[in-house]
């Protein structure tokens, strides 16, 4: 048995899909499910589904009866109940099939079929060297990309709040035995962060930090409250691990999603990067996340110290199978005073066929052109939106903060006129809801081009 089998990553065998009309509608939907213990997960929903509530309700056959009984006499809105067979297929036909090899001219043909790829189909993709073929499964991921996310850009901002953490990962530059500056931003400054990133028009802000026990539930709980009350935005956590019964306090309290990513799925590399970590665990806190009906943040490093093409290969497989929203794949880095200092990065190239295989494989979801892989090479955030990705992430931590979180040394402090600059080599749209006249006022230029 594979060990992801074990968490029942897939076991809905004859999926059908609920969709609501809202989020609201599809997390009372949940709730009436798990109360009748009919099976389900929340999935990103799936191209061809409807577009309005990003998230759909994946449960076995056997239950649509009972399914549809219960949306009708709570009066749930619904767009519809359908059997989970792809609908959507891709049209692929601009890719220059000249120079390419039989058996990926046959996997290109089954991406557009939009076929469910198996591990050998999503191997020989990783494993692409020729230039031809790497160029082919690039344009692949980007028609993908552009007909599932458009050609506007996601824009969110991290706040790092506080660089404590009791873990000691093997790769992490702030791992708990590292002398350096401590720091904690008080309730007050993090609110001011997210006032500024307000005004420039940002919807999605991240608190990000080590896993710092200082920041109780309550204490978090009451930021986020004065966040939504004041700015209603949409609120990512990224704070580690924590007890689970904290989950459902944190989606009441309005957070809408949580990145804790596997790193890798692979649970031996798994133990081996994390000396306080149980694999289980991880996986499990995914699932009570989710299961919270908080949108799930996942993905990990390419590159790390004793990970193979394999490896990759289950990371791809997880992330679908989990029904992950938001997969963040980016190179390992090496950060200085850590077991791993010495170890070399993660390959640029490997790390584009990462996000243009997860566009393809995982179609609906927000893919970040990461701060990491931008660190890496500073032409590569626009060249990792130009394989699939569609999200940018502003570093937004406090100047005299942001070199006491380096996570990785040489970190590439992602502002907005280095975004708008990846932005634009891509050829793609800022999103519509900046605040671009402001953002003039602060003196940045925004060629006409990218707004619309
Ligand atoms: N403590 C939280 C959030 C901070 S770490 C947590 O661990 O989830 C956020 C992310 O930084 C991690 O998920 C990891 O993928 C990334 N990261 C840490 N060290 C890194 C390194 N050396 N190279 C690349 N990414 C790294
Ligand atoms: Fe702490 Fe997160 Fe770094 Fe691990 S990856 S040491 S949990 S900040």
């Not at 709040?161 to 035995?177: A, I, L, M």
């Not at 580690?240 to 904290?246: A, I, L, Q, S, V």
């Not at 790390?304 to 193979?308: A, H, I, M, N, R």
């Given at each position: 048995m594979r060990i992801l089998d074990k968490f029942n990553?897939?076991?809905?065998?004859r999926p059908y899909i609920l969709v609501c009309s809202s989020n609201s509608q599809m997390l009372f939907a949940k709730e009436l499910m798990d109360k009748a213990k009919i099976e389900n997960q929340l999935i990103p929903?799936?191209?061809?589904?409807?577009?309005?509530?990003?998230t759909a309700i994946k449960f076995p056959e056997d239950h649509t009866q009972e399914v549809a009984g219960l949306t009708a006499t709570y009066g749930l809105e619904i767009e519809g109940i359908y059997p989970?067979?792809?609908r959507y297929k891709y049209d692929?036909?601009?890719?220059?099939?000249?120079?390419?090899?039989d058996r990926l001219m046959e996997i290109l043909s089954r991406i557009s079929e939009n076929a469910e790829l198996d591990r050998d189909e999503i191997k020989y993709l990783l494993e692409i060297e020729d230039e031809t073929e790497y160029k082919a499964l690039l344009q692949a991921a980007d028609i993908i990309r552009r007909e599932c996310v458009g050609q506007h850009i996601e824009l969110r901002a991290a706040i790092e709040?506080?660089?404590?953490?009791?873990?000691?990962?093997?790769?992490?530059?702030?791992?708990?035995?590292k002398k350096m500056t401590r720091y904690r931003m008080s309730e007050e400054d993090i609110l001011g962060e997210v006032d500024l990133l307000n005004r420039i028009g940002i919807k999605t802000v991240i608190l990000q930090s080590g896993?710092?026990?200082?920041?109780?539930a309550e204490k978090i709980i009451k930021i986020i409250k004065k966040i939504k009350g004041k700015y209603g935005m949409q609120i990512t956590l990224?704070?580690?691990?924590?007890?689970?019964?904290?989950f459902a306090l944190f989606r009441e309290a309005g957070v809408n999603n949580y990145l804790l990513k596997i790193?890798?799925?692979n649970r031996e590399l798994f133990q081996q990067l994390h000396p306080d970590d149980d694999f289980e665990l991880r996986v499990a806190q995914s699932r009570q996340i989710k299961d919270a009906g908080i949108r799930l943040g996942s993905g990990g490093m390419v590159g790390?110290?004793?990970?193979?093409i394999d490896h990759l290969v289950e990371d791809i497989i997880f992330q679908r199978d989990f029904g992950v929203h938001m997969i963040g794949f980016g190179p390992f880095l090496p950060a200085k005073?850590?077991?791993?200092?010495a170890m070399p990065p993660g390959d640029l190239r490997l790390s584009l066929k990462m996000i243009a295989v997860a566009r393809i494989v995982c179609q609906h979801v927000f893919l970040p052109a990461t701060t990491a892989i931008a660190s890496l090479n500073p032409e590569a955030q626009a060249l990792a939106l130009m394989a699939g990705a569609n999200t940018i992430m502003l570093v937004s931590t406090p100047k005299e903060l942001?070199?006491?979180?380096?996570?990785?040394?040489?970190?590439?402090?992602?502002d907005l006129s280095f975004a708008i600059k990846s932005v634009q080599e891509a050829g793609r749209k800022l999103p519509k809801y900046l605040n671009f006249k402001y953002i003039e006022e602060l003196g940045y230029k925004i060629p006409k081009e990218l707004i619309e």
């Open positions: 990553l897939n076991t809905i065998d929903t799936p191209k061809g589904f409807g577009g309005v509530c990003t989970m067979t792809s692929l036909s601009t890719i220059e099939a000249k120079g390419l090899s709040f506080s660089n404590y953490c009791s873990k000691n990962c093997n790769y992490c530059g702030v791992r708990r035995d896993e710092d026990s200082y920041y109780t990224s704070i580690g691990e924590r007890n689970n019964n904290e790193e890798t799925a790390l110290p004793g990970q193979t005073g850590t077991p791993y200092e942001r070199n006491n979180y380096q996570i990785y040394s040489n970190k590439n402090m992602v």
